[in-house]
């Protein structure tokens, strides 16, 4: 039999009785809930539940009524997407004056790697409108003259182009919870570091100054802990001696959107799942068809040996290093 399952998300002022409003509900209609993940960060509540409805004794839309119900007994927002709501997801790009990563993405479109449609870009500046127009894609600038957005225009965006993913492509603002929890586990970022190193702003100014001699990407999904999200992709790049900020950018710069394209095709495709703040393949991914992190011929290069060994049954010592 094939299951069916459906993810409620609940937002609102934290208060009593919402979790048994809710999960009342569904037990009433044969609704079975695998995961419950809940938050309160500044006064604002957030729960997800992922439901079996394989036993669920009422169709869909009375399923929907009485969330509705429980949605104005306490005063909260209550999202319910099916599995099978539609064929493609819908992403909703937020970006600010870099082009790279949006270019990625449209091209990673339009090549068809990615099963989903690109069916809004937002800024907080209006320099990228031109690369959205190009795309035939809309763009709307909800930035004041200083860039500062505003998030309840973001919302009403991406209610209204019916977001099911969204991309931070060098958006260089903090999302607040009222946004990240309303799309937990659906918004994916990249950050110009090897995260968790050098989280926040000017991460390859952070990395010259720290003196690494690697440095890297990381794309992640988006939590209410600035760059502390769960991992999905990372790619590393050598940093040469005397590398200014300048240069350090220009190498980062094409593996970021290289990471991001594929974070969201991973994202996409349902090969990742989180749990405990760590994403993991999911057990009939294949591996071989994506890059989580350094190539497969890193492995070539990588020396072997010698590796530590248990040397108490031998009787050998280990050599002298002439200390004491």
Not at 39 to 60: K, P, Q, W, Y
Not at 126 to 154: M, N, Q, S
Not at 206 to 221: F, L, P, S, W
Not at 293 to 322: C, F, H, M, Y
Request: proline share 5%; aromatic share 6%.
């Amino acid at each position: 039999m094939t299951r069916e399952y459906a993810e409620i998300t609940v937002i609102g002022e934290d208060k009593t009785g919402i979790v048994a409003g809710v999960t009342g509900a569904l037990f009433e209609r044969g609704v079975n809930v695998e995961d419950i993940d809940q938050n309160v960060r500044e006064g604002i509540f957030r729960m997800t539940l992922h439901a079996d409805l394989s036993e669920m004794v009422c169709r869909r839309e009375t399923l929907r009524e009485a969330l509705a119900d429980v949605s104005e007994e306490h005063d909260v927002e209550v999202t319910v997407r099916f599995s099978e709501d539609r064929d493609r997801d819908r992403i909703a790009v937020l970006v600010t004056k870099e082009t790279h990563c949006l270019e990625k993405l449209f091209a990673a479109r339009d090549d068809g790697q990615l099963n989903a449609e690109i069916t809004v870009v937002i800024g907080n500046h209006d320099d990228l409108e031109p690369l959205a127009a190009t795309h035939d894609v809309p763009f709307y600038d909800v930035g004041d003259e200083t860039g500062v957005p505003d998030e309840d225009r973001i919302l009403e965006l991406l209610e209204e182009y019916r977001a099911d993913l969204v991309v931070l492509a060098r958006y260089m603002r903090i999302l607040s919870p009222d946004v990240v929890f309303r799309y937990e586990d659906r918004i994916i970022n990249i950050h110009p570091s090897l995260l968790p190193a050098f989280p926040g702003a000017a991460a390859y100014r952070q990395a010259r100054e720290g003196g690494v001699r690697i440095a890297g990407v990381t794309a992640h999904y988006v939590t209410t802990d600035l760059d502390q999200g769960p991992i999905i992709t990372q790619r590393a790049f050598n940093v040469p001696d005397g590398a200014s900020v300048e240069e350090m950018r220009i190498r980062g710069q094409p593996l970021e959107a290289e990471a991001l394209v594929e974070a969201v095709r991973l994202h996409l495709d349902d090969t990742v799942t989180t749990h405990w703040g760590r994403t993991e393949l999911r057990d009939a991914a294949d591996e071989d068809g994506y890059q989580l992190g350094l190539p497969d011929d890193v492995g070539d290069i990588r020396p072997a040996e010698p590796r530590n060994r248990d040397i108490s049954a031998t009787g050998t010592s280990p050599p002298n290093d002439g200390a004491g």
